[in-house]
């Protein structure tokens, strides 16, 4: 499989604590984009990082990408209740525009 | 406008039916995809298409064929299916290159009994 594993698969923090998850792929990518999907609906664009780049800030979301280690990690600072969703990472090839889709990190945030 | 819509959201079934989700959009983006989505797996991608009358497949093909003769409609047919395929099918949508940001539909909940 060519998908890409986050880490936590859960992680349940107090509102206004930070938010951490990780994703690691296996191939060479284009670029790394991450998603949260709300029980029931569909996914929602969050960020894109390309190949070249190492860091990028959108709000509250804080997005690194270390190609040596095919690994990325986003942040969420000060949580909120309602960032309580699953997130996912999707890695897209140089070849053939495919998304390869993580299993997801469930994040719930306490009010 | 809701840009990209699923039909039918919820579906029941039983083995050895056919059955076709459509995928319409009202946008004009030349990439659209189908995922599964399954615990455990997360989303995997069963085909796409880069424009009208081409598609490839993807992760997962097999048990699904896909046609795309208009840009703005991309469904997916089940020809006989199995309860393996029971799971939330999501399609999406991609403009320019293809490898840009991907808008979701809501989804389609399918049960093969």
């Known amino acids: 499989s060519q998908q890409g594993e986050e880490d936590p698969q859960a992680l349940s923090i107090q509102e206004g604590e930070n938010a951490t998850m990780n994703c690691s792929y296996k191939t060479s990518i284009n670029n790394l984009q991450w998603y949260r999907q709300n029980s029931g609906r569909g996914l929602v664009h969050l960020i894109l990082?390309?190949?070249?780049?190492r860091e990028k800030h959108s709000g509250r979301l804080r997005v690194t990408l270390d190609t040596s280690k095919k690994s990325s990690s986003l942040l969420i600072t000060a949580s909120r209740a309602a960032d309580t969703a699953s997130y996912f990472c999707a890695t897209v090839t140089n070849t053939g525009n495919q998304f390869y889709f993580g299993t997801g990190t469930s994040l719930t945030v306490i009010p | 406008d809701a840009g990209i819509t699923q039909s039918p959201r919820y579906k029941i079934t039983e083995t050895g039916r056919q059955v076709t989700l459509m995928c319409h959009q009202t946008?004009?983006?030349?990439?659209m995809f189908w995922y599964r989505q399954d615990l455990g797996h997360g989303l995997r991608l069963i085909y796409y298409s880069a424009a009208a009358d081409i598609t490839d497949k993807g992760e997962v093909p097999d048990g699904y064929v896909v046609s795309r003769s208009k840009t703005e409609n991309f469904p997916l047919t089940l020809e006989s299916a199995t309860r393996s395929q029971t799971s939330v099918y999501f399609c999406a949508l991609s403009g320019g290159s293809g490898t840009g940001e991907l808008f979701f539909g809501e989804g389609s909940r399918l049960t093969v009994l």
């Open positions: 990082i390309r190949s070249n780049e």
């Open positions: 946008w004009s983006h030349s990439y």
